[in-house]
């Protein structure tokens, strides 16, 4: 199964939430309706989470990849056949399933800091009308 478009994407998403968190300003302002003159900053918190989800984010985009060299999948009539094509000496426990574990979890984290963020702009945004500053 080729996953090139979906780890394209986590590395996207990877280097935009870094981005997010360096420069402390994003999009979220603008789809507010936050005028430009008035745009405020993101907390400190917020930019530390958009930092962690982009090292997330960027770490399962490594270990896909890894995951794609490392592996071949192939569809046969008995199922699915795994072949590992080369082995790591520094890491020799790493096999399809951990990797595949891991790489799961990374993506749930990182979607999670995504939605996570997205909630809290919104709850940022809703003060910022109701206090009309």
Request: aromatic share 12%; net charge neutral.
């Amino acid at each position: 199964m080729d996953s090139g478009f979906v780890d394209s994407l986590q590395l996207i998403i990877g280097i935009y939430l870094l981005y997010m968190g360096i420069r402390g300003e994003n999009l979220g302002n603008r789809l507010s309706g936050v005028p430009d003159k008035q745009e405020v900053k993101e907390p400190r918190a917020l930019r530390v989470l958009y930092i962690i989800g982009g090292v997330f984010a960027l770490s399962d985009f490594g270990i896909c990849m890894l995951r794609n060299y490392m592996f071949t999948v192939e569809q046969t009539q008995s199922g699915v056949s795994v072949t590992q094509n080369f082995t790591l000496s520094a890491l020799p426990f790493l096999t399809y399933e951990l990797m595949n574990s891991v790489s799961k979890v990374l993506s749930f984290l990182a979607l999670a800091v995504l939605i996570g963020s997205a909630v809290w702009l919104f709850v940022l945004s809703s003060r910022y009308e109701k206090n009309g500053n």
